[in-house]
């Protein structure tokens, strides 16, 4: 019987471990958002508008400014998830045709979400998207994805 009751304890413990572990990875784990430079003429971008840019159908902003779209390496793969239902190999291979056949460029690519942050910043026709609680007063959220 002792032992039992160790096995039970036991048990509730790494099911305890577990649920604490699941609870901060959620936590942890923003939303992502579509950024602009807030005197740019993206106000409000619909998800639509937002596919276009980063799949390289659409090229400029509403007012003719070409558009430079940013991805960021630590939320690529959860940005093209949520976007398109697409995983990184997809969208490089999707990437690698238009280049090859010279009809458009990829995304820039920088690595953190404070390297995208300055990029947009500097650069008023970029977009990029980064994790919703990093974003701060130099850019504008344009798009919030549901995840």
């Known amino acids: 019987m ?9 048990a509730a413990a790494h099911a305890f471990g577990a649920a604490c572990l699941l609870f901060s990875l959620a936590a942890s784990a923003t939303g992502l958002v579509v950024i602009a430079h807030p005197e740019s003429g993206l106000v409000n971008l619909s998800r639509s508008q ?48 238009l280049k090859f056949s ?19 910043a500097r650069q008023r026709n970029a977009i990029a998207y980064i994790n919703e609680d990093k974003v701060d007063k130099r850019v504008r959220v344009v798009l919030k994805l549901d995840q």
């Open 2 to 10: 002792p032992r039992r009751s160790g096995s039970l304890v036991h």
């Open 50 to 97: 937002v596919i276009q840019y980063y799949t390289g159908r659409a090229k400029s902003a509403p007012g003719g400014e070409p558009v430079a779209m940013i991805d960021v390496e630590p939320a690529r793969a959860r940005f093209y998830q949520a976007l398109l239902g697409r995983d990184v190999a997809e969208i490089d291979a999707y990437w690698a045709r």
């Open 102 to 120: 010279g009809q458009t460029l990829p995304p820039m690519l920088v690595l953190t979400d404070e390297a995208a942050l300055e990029r947009v």
